[in-house]
């Protein structure tokens, strides 16, 4: 298999976000859409997570008091809401694609079967993992680092709003310098917060590396993906 055969793009909830930060923005669902269909038409194959944190975030209702459990099956909800608005917006572009769930809702999507989910990759369907990994207590990361596993993908990709890892806040530090090499153990001592702790680890376990990339700047996912260029940060 190709370095980028088959890759799995973790997508936040916050990048499909309208302005104020909250809810489903359709333009920037169509907008990421179009650089998605773009690679798919490639031939690379695309698997993806999104998380929901522009509906619901579980930690932040925890705070305000309500049962953590309860809290997160919420916010694993919420994933299926921006599943289902991301694949309206491919299949209206011609892509064809396929929600799977790990919570079951079969009404509305497949449950998560990963030989399934393998056979429509091989069949160029993108796949919209959604429901995280279907626990409490896990985040979209953790989710999309075992998806990737699970499914044999070459590599992370994780959609951010920056073009990278940086050694300091780039909003805050102007002198701030993107690290476009980052090894697993720096990423996690050096407190980068690229993701938690439990996605890292199942990435490093399962040699699986991460991009770190700006999703939002026009043709970066197919610089990336089917030009191979040297796009955001690489942890490996
Ligand atoms: N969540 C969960 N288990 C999972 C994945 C997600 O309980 O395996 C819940 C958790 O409450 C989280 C919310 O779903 O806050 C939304 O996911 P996340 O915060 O990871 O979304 P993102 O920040 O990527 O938008």
Same mark, same amino acid.
């Given at each position: 298999m190709g370095r980028y055969e088959r890759v799995l793009l973790k997508l936040s909830g916050e990048i499909l976000a309208g302005s104020g930060g909250f809810g489903l923005d359709l333009e920037a669902v169509t907008n990421i859409c179009s650089e998605i269909a773009e690679v798919a038409r490639e031939g690379i194959q695309v698997a993806m997570v999104v998380g929901g944190g522009n509906i619901m975030r579980g930690q932040q209702a925890v705070q305000k008091g309500m049962e953590r459990s309860q809290a997160d099956n919420m916010g694993m909800l919420a994933t299926v809401i921006n599943a289902l608005a991301l694949q309206d917006s491919l299949e209206r572009m011609g892509i064809s694609t396929r929600v799977q769930t790990a919570?079951?809702?079969?009404q509305v999507a497949e449950p998560f079967i990963r030989r399934r989910a393998i056979r429509h990759l091989e069949k160029g369907r993108i796949v919209i993992f959604a429901?995280?990994?279907? &626990?409490?207590?896990? &985040?979209t990361d953790t989710a999309a680092a075992l998806r990737a596993s699970e499914i044999g993908a070459s590599c992370l990709m994780k959609a951010t709003k920056v073009d990278g890892i940086y050694d300091d806040d780039p909003h805050k530090n102007p002198n701030a310098k993107r690290l476009p090499f980052v090894s697993y153990h720096d990423a996690l001592t050096m407190g980068l917060?690229?993701?938690?702790a439990a996605a890292f680890a199942l990435c490093q376990e399962n040699q699986i590396p991460i991009v770190v990339f700006d999703?939002?700047?026009?043709g970066n996912l197919r610089a990336l993906?089917?030009?191979? &260029?040297?796009?955001g940060s690489l942890v490996s």
């Open positions: 919570i079951e809702m079969r429901a995280g990994t279907g &626990s409490p207590y896990f &985040s917060k690229v993701m938690d999703v939002l700047k026009k993906l089917v030009d191979g &260029s040297p796009v």
